[in-house]
């Protein structure tokens, strides 16, 4: 029998091959969506810190530029992640914020500020895949675990709200005892409220 790290490992192949495979036209019309629709969240009215990570093209990631910079103007105190000798930490995002960009990494912030006060009330997730029951299929560093681990440490429970392609759905995620489960799934078709589908 496979383990679950096995199982997971495969989905994340299946899921990557398939997002990359989109087309730019495609992408950009169905993150649009993703982005309006997550931005209509009444959550985010109330919500002060917002932590969200930067889309990587080449990764037809579901795009958060547009995200990023509206949560900012809004009067928002937005940060992103960056990766520290393998530790996620809290970078300050600024409106019309300029990035150094790698071909296969997460963009940087330049310049770089880093935030000690991780006192987050929603956190944006990336993922390969998801079940409608909040598991997630992430990209096997285990960066964003450990992440919500420290901030539960610290008494800190975000909302976590994950951003992905309707297609990305599984019927259900194989999950590890240290998984987080996201609270709520966006996609260009609906709003999922994994906490009412929970077991």
Same mark, same amino acid.
């Given at each position: 029998?496979?383990?679950?790290?096995?199982?997971?490992?495969?989905?994340?192949?299946?899921?990557?091959?398939?997002?990359?495979?989109?087309?730019?036209?495609?992408?950009?019309?169905?993150?649009?969506?993703?982005?309006?629709?997550?931005?209509?969240? &009444?959550?985010?009215?109330?919500?002060?810190?917002? @932590?969200?990570?930067?889309?990587?093209?080449?990764?037809?990631?579901?795009?958060?530029?547009?995200?990023?910079?509206?949560?900012?103007?809004?009067?928002?105190?937005?940060?992103?992640?960056?990766?520290?000798?393998? #530790?996620?930490?809290?970078?300050?995002?600024?409106?019309?914020?300029?990035?150094?960009?790698?071909?296969?990494?997460?963009?940087?912030?330049?310049?770089? !500020?880093?935030?000690?006060?991780?006192?987050?009330? #929603?956190?944006?997730?990336?993922?390969?895949?998801?079940?409608?029951?909040?598991?997630?299929?992430?990209?096997?560093?285990?960066?964003?675990?450990?992440?919500?681990?420290?901030?539960?440490?610290?008494?800190?429970?975000? #909302?976590?709200?994950?951003?992905?392609?309707?297609?990305?759905? !599984?019927?259900?995620?194989?999950?590890? &005892?240290?998984?987080?489960?996201?609270?709520? !799934? !966006?996609?260009?078709?609906?709003?999922?409220?994994?906490? @009412?589908?929970?077991?």
């Amino acid at each position: 029998m496979e383990s679950a790290t096995e199982s997971k490992a495969e989905l994340r192949k299946k899921q990557l091959v398939t997002r990359r495979a989109m087309t730019m036209e495609r992408w950009i019309s169905d993150s649009e969506k993703i982005q309006a629709r997550a931005a209509s969240l &009444p959550l985010l009215r109330e919500a002060a810190r917002i @932590h969200c990570y930067v889309s990587m093209e080449h990764d037809r990631e579901a795009r958060t530029l547009e995200l990023l910079e509206k949560l900012s103007l809004d009067g928002k105190e937005v940060y992103m992640p960056y990766i520290e000798r393998g #530790v996620m930490r809290a970078a300050v995002y600024h409106p019309g914020q300029r990035f150094r960009v790698s071909p296969s990494a997460p963009a940087t912030p330049e310049p770089l !500020v880093l935030s000690e006060d991780e006192c987050f009330d #929603v956190v944006f997730v990336p993922l390969a895949g998801f079940d409608r029951q909040g598991g997630r299929i992430g990209f096997g560093k285990g960066w964003y675990d450990r992440f919500f681990s420290r901030l539960l440490a610290s008494g800190v429970r975000p #909302v976590k709200i994950g951003l992905a392609f309707s297609f990305q759905e !599984v019927p259900s995620v194989p999950c590890d &005892p240290w998984d987080e489960r996201l609270d709520m !799934v !966006v996609t260009e078709n609906e709003i999922i409220n994994c906490q @009412h589908n929970s077991r």
